[in-house]
């Protein structure tokens, strides 16, 4: 199951019982590895309010109740450590609670963010705050390790470092959010740095087999993306450097046209197929690392079962489809109706003073 954002940690971005109970219904459901929403390393001033965090002590013991009934029912649980970086906005109070400015890798606004905080009283031709470059990155890297020491004492089975979809480490990765001169600048090996360092951070919290990594190549969402040399030179490097550390897995997203941002009249993605063009390096590993390859982007059941009967990928990961259908896994194998269309008016948060409204509240399938 893939993490996807949740809106539902009130009021002061804790997990709460409709937590509880929608991690323990998928895990009841079948899921093989349940990876969080995700969770914040950090107060940051983001367009997600109520986003869960793993900086506190009540958020930890938050957290132990989750993965505590998880475990009851069966299931394993990662968390899904996540900054978001230039992808967020000063004006808004978790970030003026931090005291520290929208960070990113260089002084550029993300494009595309106009009206996300309308909502929450800032001007509606606002788009993300212009980021203050991180004087030194390090600062962040000690962030995820606290979160990462966190998820270990709140009985996570391990912690799956969101480096995709335009946050923070995927922004150093890219060229055109990342315009750096210094040792997290410029080539590949510099760009890719500060994602291998809080890899390396995490692997010696919780071992190599305990730590996976989610990546985005084919960018778009929230404005990243490079040109296709650049992208497959940058991400053909970062995938070795994680397979030499034996991360748990690797995921895989493939482009989805539903991802991709219009800007300025133009799709902003680089549309390629991930499986040809970085498959083959876990192949050529294979004697040299235990990470497994996991695929992920609308995926359907036959198509799963293909690539892993083939052994071109070792594990198939979903999310659209966990969101309507809290018994996922046992509604493919008993071949019953999926709910295809969830109540899209509630993916984030609930219409109602009821935080399950639309997260917990689907039923389980007849079989």
């Known amino acids: 199951m893939a993490a996807m954002t949740r809106n539902r940690s009130l009021p002061v971005n804790v997990p709460n019982d409709a937590n509880i109970e929608y991690y323990t219904q998928r895990a009841e459901g079948g899921a093989g590895l349940i990876v969080t929403e995700g969770v914040l390393v950090s107060p940051q001033g983001t367009n997600w309010p109520h986003a869960p965090g793993l900086w506190s002590k009540e958020q930890t013991e938050g957290w132990k109740k989750v993965t505590g009934s998880v475990h009851e029912a069966g299931g394993k649980i990662f968390a899904q450590l996540w900054h978001l970086g230039r992808i967020a906005h000063n004006d808004l109070p978790e970030q003026k609670k931090s005291g520290k400015p929208v960070p ?164 902003r993605a680089t549309p390629h197929d991930v499986m040809e063009s970085y498959g083959p390096i876990f192949k050529h590993a294979e004697a040299s690392t235990t990470t497994k390859l996991f695929l992920n982007g609308g995926l359907t059941p036959a198509e799963a079962n293909e690539l892993i009967g083939s052994g071109k990928v070792d594990g198939a990961v979903f999310g659209w489809l966990w969101i309507g259908n809290p018994d996922l896994q046992t509604r493919f194998e008993k071949g019953a109706e999926l709910v295809t269309m969830p109540d899209v008016t509630q993916l984030f948060q609930s219409k109602t003073d009821d935080p399950c409204g639309g997260y917990g509240d689907y039923p389980k399938g007849t079989y």
């Open 104 to 267: 990113g890798p260089s002084a550029l606004a993300a494009r595309g963010g106009e009206g996300h905080y309308a909502r929450f009283g800032v001007p509606k031709e606002d788009g993300h705050s212009i980021p203050v470059p991180l004087e030194d990155p390090r600062t962040v890297i000690e962030e995820f390790k606290v979160a990462g020491a966190n998820a270990k004492e709140a009985g996570f089975d391990g912690v799956e470092i969101h480096s995709a979809n335009g946050y923070l480490i995927n922004q150093f990765l890219d060229n055109t959010s990342n315009r750096r001169t210094d040792e997290w600048g410029g080539s590949p090996e510099n760009r890719a740095r500060f994602g291998l360092e809080i890899a390396k951070a995490m692997i010696k919290i919780w071992g190599s087999g305990n730590v996976g990594v989610k990546i985005s190549p084919c960018g778009g969402y929230n404005d990243v993306g490079m040109t296709l040399g650049d992208t497959l030179s940058t991400y053909n490097y970062y995938i070795k450097e994680l397979l030499t550390l034996n991360v748990a897995y690797i995921t895989l997203a493939r482009y989805k046209e539903s991802l991709d941002a219009e800007i300025d009249g133009k799709k």
